[in-house]
Nanobody, 128 residues
Framework: VQLQASGGGLVQPGGSLRLSCAASGFGSGYYASGWFRQAPGREREGVAIISRRGGTQYYADSVKGRFTISGDAVRGVVYLQMNSLKPEDTAVYYC??????????????????????WGQGTQVTVSS
């Protein structure tokens, strides 16, 4: 089982980026996915979560209205569209997956170290 994250980079405030997380080794649609981020000196936090088959989504208050999580079950890819980026969005972003059931709001209460699979991080830097 592998998760491969990509799409990070340097962007100016107000700009956009789209992160991708490609999964291999397990059937698409049979796991929930999430994007987490970790800034220097801070704990890893959940940013956006999508339940199995994309039925429900959760967003942290800090990104609501700016970020959108979506999934392509056929390709086994989960995306995080990030718009109106702010300097405080600067962090290493990680994708994760779990076979836990439940809606996205419930999955948001699961601690990061209880998620089953993790991809490598991708750096997002928002700076002028």
């Amino acid at each position: 089982v592998q998760l491969q994250a990509s799409g990070g980079g340097l962007v100016q405030p107000g700009g956009s980026l789209r992160l991708s997380c490609a999964a291999s080794g397990f059937g698409s649609g049979y796991y929930a996915s999430g994007w987490f981020r970790q800034a220097p000196g801070r704990e890893r936090e959940g940013v956006a979560i999508i339940s199995r088959r994309g039925g429900t989504q959760y967003y942290a208050d800090s990104v609501k209205g700016r970020f959108t999580i979506s999934g392509d079950a056929v390709r086994g890819v989960v995306y995080l569209q990030m718009n109106s980026l702010k300097p405080e969005d600067t962090a290493v972003y990680y994708c994760a997956a779990t076979k836990r059931l439940g809606d996205a709001q419930t999955l948001a209460t699961v601690a990061p170290d209880e998620w089953d699979y993790w991809g490598q991080g991708t750096q997002v830097t928002v700076s002028s």
